[in-house]
């Protein structure tokens, strides 16, 4: 299909995360409508109108900028494709949607899908923008990493020169562009020994943290890039997934007390090596080998990027090697534990490599009372007192963990309420490493709670970009009852979550089972509760639910609900009790409950990392599973109490 005939003037245009409804006026990304202003997004219209083609700066002056003089649209184009790139997460350097072309215009680079129109015309797609001017394009599909959307990108790869290596140092003749983004893959064990890869994944998580300490550098988080491990992509490939303009990649080598590191820093644009280091050492010298490679590597980026100031006025770091081994090995035995959790029939293995983990931990501890992650670790989640005691131990011993600031204001905002005790933690967990995706998570779910939503949602696409792989939105779109792209989201997540991994299932089912009962979908509704139950192992509990259902409606399905947790000891999710009740319409009941829900249910901790699906206090107003409690005064002056703001949030769409 010719370019010029696609002419999507009249309806939704999609291309990777993001929507654009032009009859609306809308930008939205996985649902979520974005703030743009209205220059900046009629130069996405006027872009999106010829995917492909130059669209020129005289074409955009009669468009947008008719009775402006030279001076004024030039400053206003600029502040326009500023703005709109960064809203993309775009950037001139390392283009992924709008290519500059020096004095003459603007491409739109990506493929677009027109995904519906007015007159119901069926979705249809770009072809590939052509190679012009000389410059060979190439476009290829790429499926994300956790749920998302097919990404269809389009880049400019051209060969780089060599560079020279002189002994161990790589001296490049490349001029390197400016870089504001890097990922750190996993370095390769080249020991040939196995058992030696907690060593070179934990030299990998030590160069990631070291760089996440820089401000104006944004930093992919270790989940995102680990899951790039022996994965047989290019170089540019995995940058434009993890939309970054650079990558450092590397190998260790490991021989009894001799390590050989090798790292280098490479050009996502061009593939082009920057810069490239061999260290040969000791194993003690390996402790200061990551700080160094930071160094390094901040050295070729431009001049905005420091170290943050939480870093700069705190004194080096002293380790213990052995303590340091055992925490790796910990480490190691928990990524794997990790990894099983997701596999069915793996409990016992779980059990198993926590149990080392553990074991790892402890035996830091006695090596070196003073190292501090190993006291985090070995915090019980199930415990809030334990994790605010490891906490506050880690703390006292090193200010710098964002792990465990980010931690302490989890507790001290669900378990206590405490909103400016929680804030201050949040926020110095950013301060200390400014590109910590969960502590940007936990900041925006704390925003949301306090009804400021649209700095929450700033907080959510921040850690959604650090962490890209995954999912960092979705409990954006549950708190602001976007219903349609939330259940399409959860649909797809346990269509590809093993069944096995029963947290990250259950806290689907539960989600699903609040947006079909919003939506009026009883049926469904009965069933998502129903299927979260059995995911928990209380399959008998789920018959009667449903047979409930079959025998009486909706209704019928929540009271056997109900007579099956009465009857059942070990049953401890009852804060699903409250929504039972609140669904019936029987609010003496739910309010009785609703009041005491921390304390009744100690069952929510083992939820903290997915805080944003799961009812607590702090979440009163933006939990939609109180909806229906909304109109009651009891509400209200619940919230008054728990120092909420004095207005139901977005009371309009309750």
């Known amino acids: ?168 140092r790589l001296i490049g003749r490349v001029a390197p562009p400016p870089t504001h983004s890097v990922a750190v893959l996993p370095l390769e064990n080249l020991s040939g020994d196995p058992s030696q890869e907690y060593f070179a994944d934990g030299m990998t998580e030590e160069i990631i943290a070291e760089l996440s300490h820089l401000n104006g550098l944004r930093v992919i988080s270790r989940t995102s890039v680990m899951h790039y491990k022996k994965a047989d992509k290019s170089l540019p490939e995995i940058a434009r997934e993890l939309n970054v303009d650079s990558v450092v990649e590397g190998s260790v080598l490991r ?65 213990n090697l052995q303590a340091h081994e055992a925490y790796l090995l910990g480490f190691h035995e928990d990524d794997i534990a990790n990894d099983l959790w997701n596999h069915a029939g793996q409990r016992k293995a779980v059990e198993e490599h926590r149990r080392r983990a553990i074991e790892f931990y402890q035996q830091a501890i006695r090596k070196d009372p003073n190292y501090a992650p190993a006291y985090l670790r070995l915090a019980d989640s199930y415990n809030p007192s334990d994790v605010e005691e490891k906490a506050r131990k880690a703390l006292e011993l090193d200010d710098r963990l964002a792990e465990a600031h980010l931690t302490l204001g989890q507790v001290l905002l669900v378990r206590d309420l405490n909103w400016q005790g929680a804030e201050k933690e949040f926020r110095r967990a950013i301060e200390v490493n400014p590109n910590y995706a969960p502590a940007y ?51 797809r997540t346990l269509a590809t979550n093993p069944p096995g991994d029963t947290d990250a299932n259950a806290v689907a089912h539960k989600v699903l089972m609040v947006a079909y009962a ?72 739910a309010f009785s409950r609703l009041a005491r829900l921390n304390k009744d249910d100690p069952s929510l901790w083992q939820f903290v990392g997915s805080a944003d699906f799961m009812p607590t206090l702090a979440s009163l107003r933006i939990e939609p599973m109180w909806d229906r409690l909304h109109s009651d005064p009891r509400f209200g002056e619940l919230g008054h109490r728990l120092g909420l703001p004095p207005e139901p949030i977005n009371s309009s769409q309750h």
Request: proline fraction near 4%; glycine fraction near 8%; charge should be neutral.
């Open 1 to 168: 299909m010719p370019v010029q005939d696609f002419t999507p003037s009249r309806g939704v245009v999609r291309f990777n995360s993001f929507e654009v409804d032009l009859r609306a006026g809308e930008l939205r990304r996985h649902g979520i409508r974005l703030k743009l202003q209205d220059q900046p997004f009629r130069l996405l219209e006027l872009l999106l109108e010829r995917p492909g083609d130059l669209v020129t700066r005289e074409e955009l002056q009669k468009r947008i900028w008719p009775s402006d003089t030279f001076v004024d649209f030039d400053r206003g184009l600029n502040n326009a494709v500023k703005r709109l790139r960064e809203t993309l997460a775009d950037s001139a350097e390392s283009p992924r949607y709008i290519e500059t072309l020096p004095k003459r215009g603007y491409r739109f680079i990506a493929r677009i899908e027109k995904v519906a129109s007015a007159n119901g015309d069926a979705a249809v797609a770009t072809p590939p923008p052509t190679a012009r001017e000389g410059r060979p394009t190439q476009t290829k599909p790429v499926l994300s990493l956790r749920n998302w959307k097919g990404w269809v990108v389009a880049g400019v790869m051209l060969l780089a020169a060599s560079a020279v290596l002189l002994g161990n």
């Open 255 to 319: 021989s009894g007390d001799r390590v050989r590191i090798t790292v280098k820093l490479i050009s996502a644009r061009n593939d082009a090596n920057l810069w490239a280091e061999t260290y040969d050492g000791s194993l003690q010298d390996t402790l200061t080998v990551q700080m160094e490679v930071a160094k390094s590597i901040a050295g070729k980026f431009d001049t905005s990027v420091v170290q943050s100031a939480a870093q700069r006025h705190m004194p080096p770091r002293t380790v």
């Open 441 to 491: 998570q936990g900041y925006a779910y704390y925003l949301d709670a306090l009804g400021r939503q649209e700095e929450g949602l700033e907080e959510y696409h921040r850690a959604q970009a650090l962490d890209p792989a995954n999912d960092h939105l979705s409990g954006a779109l549950y708190s602001r009852r976007d219903y349609t792209d939330l259940i399409d989201l959860e649909r």
């Open 518 to 589: 919003r939506t009026g979908k009883t049926k469904e509704s009965i069933e998502e509760l129903a299927s979260g139950i059995s995911c928990m192992g209380f399959r008998d509990f789920a018959d009667e639910i449903r047979r409930g259902y079959r025998s009486g409606g909706y209704e019928a399905g929540l009271r056997a609900y109900l007579t099956g947790a009465a009857k059942r000891p070990d049953w401890v999710f009852h804060w699903i009790d409250i929504f039972v009740y609140a669904e019936l319409g029987e609010r003496d009941q």
